[in-house]
């Protein structure tokens, strides 16, 4: 092992015993200086004095030890709720550098004089991270812009910084006792990943650009436009909107702020970025929130940002409308197709879990239902059964968890659930578009349309062999007739599944066929719903008939 790598290991034990968590640090196989090692349970004893120990150590142990902080406050599948609210507040601030390299590093960026750019660059920098520091301009068309400019020598410090992490990640594999209960390793590249596409204002650019699309003129929220031509993975150029930041709003006591109004405007904002795009600014703590003049929101910070896939997005709305329908099993079937289960997790158990979980939530009233508490629950159960939650996801967990907080110091008597009640509607129209059953469509036509091409030579042949007179099953029975009951059984669940089957598909492209034209009647959407529904019953009605005369269903 690398001398200086002991010394930083030696550093950081120090440290964390110094905020009396010699118990992490002997978790993670580093030496604690007396006392016996540390049960992975002590994680779950008083969550919010962990959490306020371990930020302070954090913020001890410099910028990446910060990040790691901020990383582990996306990962609501790891930790519990009151942690996750601790880490959240991490925040990266460094003493600024000088302006002289600061120009130098804009210029150099630019390619060309300053003075060709900017009619004006403030000396005097807005905020100063260990990566960059923010600087007020003026583009020569009189454009108001805040300049974010990547502080020198910053790739060289993290990469030191991030050969340790990694480092201990291997000490913790090795030989601390959790090792079989937390994926450090895993951890250690996230937050490489992480800090790495940091240094890429490029890519934060392209986050605000995407998000700026996607909420083009939104009733509640407002993203600074991105100055492209002047950005650069060392640079970034945005739009300067004017203010007053949420944590300001929420330090002074009364005021002329609607609060309410605001916590409502926050939270829709937000859960319409995560159910309606998949796509959303993940973390909206004050700080990175804006009170504009005209009443919206801006937001600010675009370098960390969850993206779901198209699959995963439908499988969440399918949670949502579950859980609205207070439907427990279709529920727990969405959250088992949304997460990654091991072979040897008890599924039944864990459905049942989840199943008990969805009973105690639904029992209260909305205003009194706590999203963190049921995103802390619903992890806690996944962690039990060691249950592995994909990245994004848990970035969303964490996200509702910051949203939480912010809308009760809002409000205290709101709930995000009942706020939130307006997106929920939207999403329950969003599944009747015609684009949505398209793709649903798509989804069923994937799974079963290839046996369901096989059917009419299945059929055929069926029927020829009919015609033939030729037996299509020899059965001997012997002084026990059970299994030509089981046979009958058999094939009056296949008469009634396919009359179900090939009514819904008539009566589906029907609609489909209609919306898809674009010249949709809703009277005449509406009399093909209620005639088929006739028809389905009329069949249902029938064929139940036949079936209760036989005596087998």
Known sequence: MRLHLLRRYRQIAGVLARHGLGAVAAGIGLPRPGGPAAEPADLDRDPRRLGLRLRRALEDLGPTFVKLGQVLSTRADLLPPGIIRELSRLQDQVAPFPFAEAEAEIQRELGRPIQEVFAHLDPEPLAAASIGQVHAARLLDGSEVVVKVQRPGARALIEADLEVLRGLAELAERRGPWAGLYPFRELADEVARTLLAELDYEREAENAERLGDLLSGHRYLRVPRVAVEWCSPRLLVLERLHGTKLSQVLDE??????????????????????????????????????????????????????????????RLRRVVLALVRRDGEAAAAAVMSLVQVSPDTDVQALRRDLDEARRRVVRRSLRHVDVAEVVGIGFDILRRHRVRVPPDLSLVGKTLITLEGVVSRLDPDASVIELAEPVARELIRLQLRPGEVLRQFREWTDLYGAPLAELPGLLRDLSAAVRSGRPLLRVSLDHDDRPHRDLSRLANRLAFSILLLALSILLGSVMLAQALSGRADPNLGSLLVHAG??????????????????GRL
């Not at 529904?533 to 036989?550: C, K, T, W």
């Open 253 to 314: 006591p009364g005021g002329a702020v609607d609060r309410r109004a605001v916590a409502r405007q926050v939270a829709a904002g937000t859960l319409e970025q995560i159910l309606i795009h998949g796509f959303f600014h993940a973390d909206p703590h004050p700080g990175n929130l804006l009170l504009l003049p005209d009443g919206r929101i801006g937001l600010l910070d675009f370098g960390i940002v969850g993206a779901l896939s198209e699959a995963d997005l439908a």
């Open 533 to 550: 529904a006739v028809v389905v019953a009329g069949a249902v009605l029938l064929l139940l008939g036949a079936i209760y005369r036989s």
